[in-house]
């Protein structure tokens, strides 16, 4: 069988095509993902869409506290954007984590959501972020929360002729301290046993507000609904801190694998979620 | 030229009780498919050895049972990949699963299913297929129980040893063909060329002399190539098709199909006194071989060979010490283990440099104080030598050289011990609280190839223009030693290395040599290369001799006053011949002869080289995270004939051994079924993340070879897992049994130091 590749110009031809081919076709941007799995798991996609020549998809752009990063936009440029620091600092190190150098300069941070790994470090951000994932297809154009968007391991609500355009989400605040580690077999190119992520923002001694995630430990990334809630108004205190990591590693449901045991997730858990609110609460009192 | 692929085993044990081939062999562009019920039954063992073979023969080309996820069970040749691949998977097969072993500690249990029933197997010395040994090992030295009664202390501890992979880049490759002769050739990619020729000619029923094996430049070993792995498969199919067959491994085949380093389950008993000397010690192996026998006994032989030889204890031990190793060698129903750079020390070591490390803290001892106060030391003799040789006669070995204590002295000072070692300050130095620095260290020493055993051959031969052709057996997998080599031959006959055109293992047209293991090639070939060339150089003397008196223009000249520089033949009186004149002269002028020399060399000793291992590191004492941050080792392995090639491999076998202390390790589903099949969930470390390395060579002149050198290539594998298991209980008090160091079971040991 002979495969068919299309690399159009515009995202308008793309749809196009993707409206004609529906799930015949398989969407291609970094190949990071996409090519290990043609060669590892046999795959072979009747029709490759490569949205490499898009060009309109590859911006970070900006309107008031909105951002939007087109879904071409590679974790390298994430991790050497001079404003993001400032504005999503999470996500700025968790691409900066992400796999080696090359697989930064390719990966994008669409193949990451459309991957809806639930070890993905990029998509691990923008749940903190409460990003929406702009979708288009020849017919349509919406937005949906990340938290919707991803479903299971692999397993996204995009239909077969959507593309994924980008994500949008707001700049934090400039008192919001931010953390994001993983922990894996070894310090590159591995895929985490468990990472964790966390924004924070304290007023008069108390927590004001509070977001954390956890990746690795669970089908999906996961928020921490209860340990935000118990956050929320607590007074900062060591014993509060304490109480919340408790409660992260009580709450998450990790699972055995190749890569790491119940126990030991569950420990990791506690550890990040301890570690992150120290420092984020470090890091807001000194600024 | 055909494309060959195997069928491997789904299942870890079954007969085959039916096979039907039939659809695979009418599938077009299909030029064979082989079972067993098409070759003959010849039972033999893989493992790329010397004759007699030291271990058990217990494997046929293809047989109708399977014994591990992974095992062959039919050949296809046909004109593509695709259509081979496709091929395969029309081929029919109902196995009779059986019971299976995964873990060894159950392969000698009563009733337990037994793996090889063929009666067509060979037992060598203690293998009892009845009871899975493959092999079992007992040696005693000296008295053991009187030495622990002397003891005031007795220290046992039990360690474990992951199987890993060697990871050579190229992969196993071999093509076969039969030449105008009518002759098969076999072209492979092999660390032991005539090896493969001895061992395949009765499973092909072939004589000896229609094969012929050439080793082409290659990439890569590290003893999975120690093996006669995928040879008979093309060799079987050309000889069923007539045609030229290629077969690739595939990365996955590597994991699943080829052969890696025995996993061990290690115990230990030492007896030492009060002051720190130690009076006996005791080491048992379980060591896994996987479904099959090969290097069974010698890997294992060689774990006590060179770890329990270290440390024979001090005073009157060192005359008379007490040491037992005992290993049986168990089969499961896993992929082989087998020949992987170390040989069984690697095991060793981390068994026995963990277990000092132990004792020197029970005893409030310095570690490295109490490691030098039992080492071995230059005149003694190699206790193992008088005790155990693979089954053959046992010789005293005296050691010669031992730099050991220039090592230690010199790699301290590189890794700045005394300004790290138990300084809480140091220890605290990171800009975490939660992170501590550590730093550790191993001594080891190994063998420089087998003693009275391995021998190399080469041949020199002087052409006209004053090149020579040097052929040697020796295989250069990619260690650069045609390199070598060619640099001892140009040093004795005073020419610069290009004037030498070298050819090397091609069984053909080489002299033989065992091949490249037991890091022998530089000390072995070499001598036989220094040799060759040294009667060369005689006769171009005795012909420089010869012309110059002819010429009548100066004082009679007797050869021996000749001095062989620059390309040519130096008189005591200033007078010279170019090596051009004394080719032409020799050739077709006068008297004519071809100056060519043949040597081989066996070594009546093998002189072990010494290091110590350095290691710092950065953990992380809440998640388990171990980060190394850099690596010394420093090496007596005698004189470094060239330093680029000799540090390469240091820096190289430290590559390796840090996976073996921090990540790597293959593991098996409870069917048996290997869970890591390719290079991501293998790790193997790549060169941006490696630590900063530093080589020390400690130069010892061994007197036993004509240019002073001891081997290189596999100590570097020995002490890296132990020194950064030794630094991480420096950084945090846990103690680590069983490597690698994984974050979880870093963690897992931090949870065990908190409850103890
Ligand atoms: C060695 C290595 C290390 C890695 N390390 C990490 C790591 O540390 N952390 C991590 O999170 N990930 C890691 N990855 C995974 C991968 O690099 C990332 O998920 C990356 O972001 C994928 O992006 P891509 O553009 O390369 O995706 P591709 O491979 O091009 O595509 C991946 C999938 O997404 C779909 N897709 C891509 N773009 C779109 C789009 N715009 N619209 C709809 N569907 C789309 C494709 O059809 C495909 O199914 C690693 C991968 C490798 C090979």
Not at chain 1, 113 to 123: E, F, I, K, R, Y
Not at chain 2, 69 to 88: K, M, P, S, Y
Not at chain 2, 362 to 390: V, Y
Request: hydrophobic content about 40%; aromatic content about 6%.
């Amino acid at each position: 069988m002979d495969q068919v590749y299309i690399r159009p110009s515009h995202l308008d031809d793309a749809l196009e095509a993707l409206n004609a081919y529906g799930d015949r076709a398989h969407i291609l941007a970094g190949g990071t993902d996409l090519l290990v799995r043609m060669r590892h798991d046999g795959i072979y996609p009747e029709v490759i869409l490569d949205l490499g020549a898009l060009g309109e998809l590859r911006k970070i752009s900006r309107d008031g506290d909105d951002i939007h990063l087109g879904a071409l936009v590679t974790h390298r440029q994430i991790e050497k954007d001079a404003m993001l620091a400032g504005e999503a600092g999470m996500l700025v190190s968790a691409c900066h984590q992400v796999g080696s150098v090359q697989i930064r300069n390719s990966g994008t941070i669409g193949g990451n959501l459309a991957n809806a790994s639930p070890a993905g470090d990029a998509v691990l951000a923008l749940y903190l972020l409460e990003a929406a994932v702009h979708l288009q297809s020849k017919h349509r154009d919406r937005w949906v929360p990340v938290g919707e968007f991803i479903t299971a391991p692999g397993q996204t609500t995009r239909r077969a002729d959507e593309i994924i355009c980008g994500v949008r989400f707001k700049r934090l605040p400039p008192d919001a301290a931010v953390f994001f580690e993983k922990v894996g077999q070894r310090q590159a190119v591995t895929i985490s046993k468990a990472s964790a992520g966390g924004i924070v923002r304290i007023s008069q001694g108390c927590f004001q507000e509070c977001r954390l995630a956890l990746g690795a430990v669970a089908p999906t990334i996961i928020r921490l609904p209860e340990v935000e809630a118990a956050l929320a108004g607590s007074p900062v205190s060591p014993q509060v801190i304490d109480r919340a990591a408790a409660l992260a590693a009580a709450t998450c449901h990790p699972i055995d694998d190749i890569r790491s045991t119940v126990a030991y997730r569950r420990h990791l858990v506690q550890v990040l979620v301890h570690r992150g609110l120290a420092a984020m609460v470090a890091s807001a009192q000194s600024a | 030229m055909l494309i060959a692929k195997v069928l491997h085993s789904p299942v870890a044990h079954a007969r085959i009780k039916n096979i039907d081939v039939s659809k695979a062999k009418s599938l077009p562009g299909v030029a064979a498919v082989l079972t067993y019920k098409d070759l003959p039954r010849v039972v033999y063992a893989t493992a790329g050895q010397s004759d007699p073979m030291p271990g058990p023969l217990d494997t046929f080309s293809l047989d109708n049972k399977v014994r591990f996820v992974g095992d062959r069970v039919a050949f296809v040749a046909a004109e593509t990949e695709e259509i081979a691949n496709q091929a395969l998977k029309l081929i029919n097969v109902e196995y009779e699963e059986l019971p299976f072993i995964i873990d060894p500690r159950s392969s000698m249990s009563d009733g337990a299913v037994k793996i090889h029933d063929e009666p067509e197997y060979v037992v060598h010395d203690l293998s009892d297929p009845n009871k899975n040994v493959a092999a079992a090992i007992r040696i005693d030295i000296g008295d053991l129980d009187n030495g622990f009664s002397e003891a005031d202390q007795i220290i046992e501890a039990e360690y474990k040893v992951p199987k890993v992979h060697q990871a050579h880049i190229e992969p196993h490759v071999s093509i076969s063909y039969w030449d105008e002769n009518d002759r098969l050739v076999i072209r492979t990619s092999t660390q032991v060329p005539f090896h493969v020729r001895r061992i395949l000619a009765p499973v092909l029923g072939l004589p000896m002399k229609r094969i012929r094996v050439i080793k082409p430049r290659i990439g890569g070993g590290f003893g999975s190539k120690q093996e006669v792995l995928i040879e008979d498969v093309v060799a079987h199919l050309t000889i069923a098709t007539k045609r030229p067959v290629r077969y690739e491994y595939t990365r996955e085949e590597e994991f699943i199909a080829a052969r890696s380093r025995h996993p061990m389950i290690i115990k230990l008993k030492t007896g030492v006194k009060n002051d720190g000397t130690i009076t006996a010690n005791e080491m048992y192996a379980l060591s896994d071989t996987g479904a099959y026998g090969c290097h069974a006994l010698t890997v294992t032989g060689n774990t006590g060979h060179k770890a329990m030889a270290l440390y024979t204890g001090d005073g009157k031990y060192r005359k008379a010490p007490n040491i037992r190793f005992y290993a049986d060698i168990v089969y499961t129903n896993t992929p082989p283990s087998g020949a992987y750079r170390g040989y069984g020390a690697p095991q060793g070591f981390w068994a026995v440099e963990r277990h000092m490390e132990t004792i020197a803290a029970k005893l409030g001892m310095d570690p490295i104080q109490f490691r030098l106060k039992n080492c071995l030391r230059a005149g003694e003799i190699h206790p193992f030598s008088i005790a155990w040789s693979e089954g053959r006669e046992p010789k005293p070995e005296y050691i010669q050289t031992i730099g050991i204590e220039q090592c230690v002295h010199q790699g301290k000072s590189a890794i700045g011990w005394d300004q790290k070692y138990g300084k809480q300050e140091w220890r605290d130095s990171t800009d975490k609280p939660y992170l501590k620095r550590g730093i550790g260290m191993a001594l080891m020493m190994h063998g420089t190839a087998i003693a009275y055993l391995d021998m190399g051959g080469a041949s020199i031969k002087m052409n006209e223009d004053g090149s020579f052709n040097l052929l040697v057996g020796a295989t250069d997998l990619g260690t650069g030693s045609d390199t070598v080599l060619t640099q001892m031959a140009a040093e004795v006959l005073g020419v610069p290395v290009d004037d030498f055109i070298v050819y090397s293992s091609d069984t053909d047209f080489t002299p033989f040599d065992k091949g490249a293991y037991a890091s022998s090639t530089t000390y072995i070939s070499g001598a036989a290369t220094t040799h060759a060339a040294a009667k060369v150089a005689e006769r171009i003397r005795v012909r420089a001799a010869m012309i110059l008196n002819d010429r009548t223009d100066g004082a009679p000249v007797k050869p021996d006053e000749i001095i062989l520089k620059d390309r040519r033949a130096h008189a005591s009186d200033g007078r010279a011949v170019t090596y051009s004149e004394i080719g032409h002269h020799s050739l077709h002028h006068k008297d004519q002869e071809q100056i060519m020399a043949v040597a081989s060399y066996v070594s009546p000793v093998s002189p072990p080289p010494f290091a110590a291992q350095f290691a710092e590191i950065v953990m992380d004492i809440e998640t388990g995270q171990v980060k190394v941050e850099k690596l010394v080792m420093a090496v007596d392995a005698g004189r470094i004939v060239n330093p680029v090639t000799a540090s390469g491999q240091i820096e190289g076998g430290m590559t390796q051994a840090l996976g073996y202390a921090v990540c790597e390790e293959m593991t098996y589903d409870d069917k048996g079924a290997p869970v890591e099949r390719d290079l991501v969930d293998y790790h193997i470390f790549r060169a941006d993340e490696m630590p900063e390395l530093e080589t020390i060579f400690v130069e010892t002149f061994e007197s036993s070879h004509p240019f002073g050198v001891k081997a290189v290539a596999e100590i570097p594998l020995d002490g890296v897992a132990p020194a950064v298991a030794n630094a991480i209980y420096n950084a945090s008090g846990a103690m680590l049994y069983e490597n690698p160091a994984t974050p979880d079971r870093v963690w897992k040991a931090l949870q065990k130091q908190k409850i103890n």
